[in-house]
């Protein structure tokens, strides 16, 4: 969904509303989930049900996905900004309904600190998988372009696969019945102030979300204005993610040795190394940036798979603590994170760029691509370096997390065992005395 929600739909729609309105209307569907995320990953965590937490919201997700979806992909001939931004309010929620429990169920299938990375990377390699498909969908159905016949493609795509493999997951996939008891919101709010470890976690997906955002954000002016490629755009971003999913085992083989936060900084040092090289790049120098893509490719699928273990680790503090496993409150919290880098990526780049001098209306402008150049490749790396410092020496590592679940465990028992005398004592029949 990502890449026909922010690549296709703006071009499809701005072609008869306007570029500007289009990417105004898209905004405002997309902020809409700053407020959905919080509250729907805490409504999963509140539910209780003989179907579990997970299950119920992402059944509920489906059908309005999809609905929205179909709407927005094959609309019909006359349209306006109210359509568009009507279905993408609706699509936005659909997803979050799914995404959000999903991750967090994801999170909740093991507390083992490296089952946890086994099953993030699992997942963050099928969804790279799916870009790629979205990616090469407008050459495998269409003329090469997201145009009408593309997007209907889409449609179908998702209507015929998304609700059989849903359902799969949901009969198949166990989703434990977990000791849990809801805490309020001023005690859940200090529970979260407290939880230094995950504030620290999150201040460095923050500043590796800005580093990633400024080169995705900027990728195609780079390729066209600095490489002068423009037809090399496709292959690029092709090596770059087949070479993630490929590399995903190797880290986490390396993960299960020095640990998630170790490997995860390793990472990001090493995309620093191969992007330094950018800067000095020019028109005609395809070959030497696809060796930059293959090589820096090899982190693009860590940066999601490792943060997200160390997540789910961290939850584990705020149960212990007396949270009661706000699993979806806690990754709510980090997809709007992630909303927020790739929002300060754009928010940032365009507007200095266009302080600097840069004009993408101008292929011959020597000031212009040379500042285009040093926001793709060196400013990220400031970004990544301040994430690798504060994830390098991260206190939660294999042995705090064995010492996190003893205490998680202690907690949930004294827990149950108040609530078990609770209850005992509404059912007993009170006392006649003698």
């Known amino acids: 969904m990502g890449v026909p929600m922010y690549v296709f739909l703006p071009g499809f729609y701005g072609e008869t509303l306007g570029l500007a ?67 993408g309010l609706a699509a936005y929620l659909g997803w979050t309904l799914m995404s959000l429990p999903y991750t967090a169920w994801g999170a909740e299938l093991s507390e083992d600190y490296d089952q946890r990375a086994s099953l993030t990377a699992s997942r963050e390699g099928f969804m790279l998988a799916g870009t790629l498909l979205a990616i090469a969908w407008p050459t495998l159905v269409g003329a090469g372009r997201a145009d009408a016949e593309t997007l209907s493609g889409l449609a179908w795509l998702l209507v015929l696969l998304l609700p059989p493999v849903v359902a799969l997951a949901l009969w198949r996939v166990p989703e434990y019945r977990l000791t849990a008891h809801s805490v309020g919101w001023r005690e859940g709010w200090q529970l979260l102030r407290h939880n230094r470890p995950f504030l620290r976690l999150l201040a460095a997906y923050v500043m590796n979300g800005l580093a990633n955002g400024l080169p995705a954000s900027l990728f195609t002016l780079f390729v066209i204005h600095v490489l002068r490629a423009e037809a090399w755009t496709g292959p690029l971003l092709l090596v770059y993610f087949v070479v993630g999913i490929a590399a995903l085992p190797g880290w986490l083989w390396l993960s299960r040795r020095i640990g998630k936060h170790r490997a995860w900084a390793l990472s990001m040092l090493w995309t620093s190394l ?14 030497a ?13 860590v940066d999601m798979a490792l943060p997200a273990a160390i997540q789910a680790d961290l939850v584990d503090i705020d149960t212990a603590a007396g949270g ?111």
């Not at 569907?29 to 179907?51: E, K, N, Y």
């Not at 930059?292 to 693009?300: M, W």
């Open 21 to 87: 309105a289009v990417g105004a209307a898209l905004l405002l569907a997309r902020l809409w989930d700053v407020v959905t995320d919080p509250l729907i990953g805490s409504l999963g965590d509140r539910l209780q049900t003989r179907w579990g937490r997970r299950r119920p919201l992402i059944a509920a997700g489906l059908p309005i996905l999809l609905v929205s979806a179909w709407a927005l992909f094959r609309p019909p001939e006359a349209v306006g900004l109210g359509y568009l931004l009507g279905w």
């Open 289 to 301: 940036f696809l060796i930059i893509c293959l090589l820096s490719g090899v982190g693009v699928a």
């Open 274 to 287: 191969i992007f330094a090289a950018v800067p000095f790049l020019g028109p005609g120098d395809t070959t």
């Open 324 to 434: 009661g496993r706000r699993t979806g409150l806690y990754f709510g919290i980090w997809n709007m994170a992630t909303k927020l880098a790739l929002a300060l990526a754009v928010g940032i780049a365009f507007p200095l760029l266009e302080w600097f001098g840069f004009d993408a209306t101008r292929v011959e402008d020597r000031d212009g691509t040379f500042a285009l150049a040093l926001f793709y490749g060196a400013v990220p790396i400031g970004f990544k370096l301040a994430a690798t410092a504060l994830m390098w020496r991260f206190p939660h590592d294999r042995r705090a997390q064995v010492a996190t679940r003893a205490r998680m465990h202690d907690t949930e028992q004294a827990y149950a065992s108040t609530d078990s005398r609770a209850r005992s004592q509404r059912i007993s029949p009170p006392s006649t005395g003698n």
